[in-house]
Structures are given as C-alpha cells and as structure tokens.
C-alpha cells in the first residue's frame, strides 16, 4: 500500500450512513463533500459486488498538484500507480485493446492508461514517468485549448504540439480527439458536432502527422443519438466512464466503460479500480449528481 494510503477495512467500518452532515452538504452543493460521500458509499457497496473480467481502461487527467482539482494527482502517487501497474498487469495501447475487446476468445485482464483534455503536465510530468516503466498511454486532445493556449477550468495550462511531437516520438502515446473546444455533444446540434469533430481531426492531422482513430467524450457524457453517430464514423473507438471492466465479446467499442483515478481513491480504491471494481461509485455520483445539479438547465 502507498505511503499514508487509509486501509480499505477502516474505510469499511466507517459505514456509509447519510447523516445530517451529508445531507447538509448536498443541499450547499459541496462539491468535496458529496465526493467523499460518493467514496465511501461505494468503498462500502464493492465488497459485496462480484468482478466482472475484461479490459480495464483507467481514466486520469492531471499530475503534478498544480491545481486544486481532485483530479489532479500527486506526482509520487501517480508514480506509485505506475510503477504497480508495470509489474506484471499487462498494460497494453488503445488499438490493442479494441482488438481484445471485439474478440470474444481475448484473455481477460489487460489494463488501459488514458489522460483527457491534454494538459502541459502531461509532458512534465507523466511522459518521463511511462518511459521509465515503458508503458504506451492514450492522450485525448481539445484541440482547440491547444491552438489557442487556452487554459482549462481550475487553472490548468494546455500541452503545445511541440509537446504532443515530442510524446508521439516516444512510441508510447497515442493521441486521441477529445473534440475541438471540449464541447459536450449531448447538447450540440449534429452539424455543430460534426465541425467540432472534422476541425479537432483535422488539426491533430495537421500537427501530428497521424489521424486520431480513438475518441473521449467531454465529461463522460454520450452525445444524442445523431451526434453519437458521427463520432461512430470517424472513430474505431469511443470513451465514456462507467467505472467498470470491458468484457471481450460484450463491449461496444464506441461505448467503452473507463474508471476514472482520484486523489481521493489512495492506495485501496486505486488498486480496486484496476480489478474492474468500485463501479458502484459511478453508479452513487450520478445519483448525488441529480441532487446536485437538479433545476440547472442542460
């Protein structure tokens, strides 16, 4: 277990009781809060749920703390991670796992690194960490905050395409289409979608030299139905959340489930997630999330 790592029983014998103090911070729409609540409720329901086998795709953002986001993780527990999952956990790249995906008669238990947005610490502070266990990662790009060094929310400064070169050139990443302006295609027209897509193709193209072949959705969120139907033509894969294994044979490739890594996972909900577990936890955000977000138009 990673140093300061809290023990997955004492997270256990705390219970998952929504007391006063809970409901409290839903109705002050305490974002920390209600992941803690999420986090605890979920640590509690996993150990009763049964594991699914399958491609596990672990979904991260940002390293290096520069940030206040609870996605932004700390440098020697990304490292920890890393070094944990080269030990043996057959980490494999994003056209591999399509393959494995669509093949029923694949083994089961390959791992997945992905990163959304396409951040400068992406060069800083996770490439030297994946050549020195030799791990390939897919980086999905908002083109768009690239074009313009445009920060994102929370202060988080871009990745250059100088940058992104110098990743490519590694041999290890592979770059992937997060749309161009980070748009959420459940709320786009389909033309508007399909310019986000062409232009956010176009410009890794462009600056890369490669057509990006895998797709993320900005904040996990499927696009409707005529949206979802560009990104099927222009991708062989799209990513969504879902915190759960990609069983072989039962996955659609343009629906891939990914676990996101927290902060707030340590050491025991960070190794559950790798087993295809704590897909209970998606299951307790997007319930405290209609609490949270309920009367907010779309």
Not at 98 to 114: A, L, N, R
Not at 199 to 222: D, N, Q
Not at 230 to 259: E, I, K, Y
């Amino acid at each position: 277990m990673a140093a300061n790592g809290e023990s997955y029983a004492s997270y256990r014998h705390k219970g998952c009781r929504l007391d006063t103090v809970t409901v409290t911070a839903l109705h002050q729409n305490d974002a920390s809060a209600m992941r803690r609540v999420a986090k605890r409720l979920a640590l509690t329901v996993d150990a009763a749920l049964p594991r699914t086998d399958g491609v596990v795709i672990l979904s991260y953002h940002r390293v290096g703390r520069r940030t206040l986001s609870p996605v932004d993780m700390d440098r020697g527990m990304f490292r920890d991670q890393m070094q944990y999952l080269a030990e043996g956990r057959s980490v494999i790249d994003m056209d591999s796992a399509v393959d494995v995906i669509s093949d029923p008669e694949s083994p089961h238990g390959s791992k997945v690194i992905t990163f959304d947005d396409g951040t400068a610490d992406f060069v800083d502070e996770v490439l030297p960490v994946l050549v020195e266990f030799e791990l390939p990662a897919t980086v999905f790009v908002a083109t768009a905050h690239v074009d313009l060094d445009r920060e994102f929310p929370g202060g988080a400064k871009p990745i250059s395409w100088d940058g992104l070169r110098e990743c490519v050139s590694t041999g290890l990443v592979t770059v992937g289409s997060h749309t161009h302006t980070h748009a959420l295609l459940d709320r786009t027209d389909h033309l508007s979608a399909q310019l986000e897509l062409d232009t956010s193709i176009g410009r890794i193209r462009e600056e890369i030299g490669i057509s990006p072949l895998h797709f993320a959705y900005p904040k996990a969120l499927l696009a409707n139905p005529e949206s979802e139907e560009a990104v099927r033509s222009r991708f062989h894969s799209a990513a969504l959340a879902g915190t759960r294994a990609n069983q072989p044979g039962q996955t659609d490739p343009w629906r891939l489930q990914r676990s996101p890594i927290q902060n707030a996972d340590e050491w025991d909900g960070f190794v559950r997630k790798t087993e295809g577990g704590m897909r209970a936890e998606d299951d307790v955000r997007r319930v405290l999330n209609t609490v949270r977000y309920r009367g907010l138009a779309a």
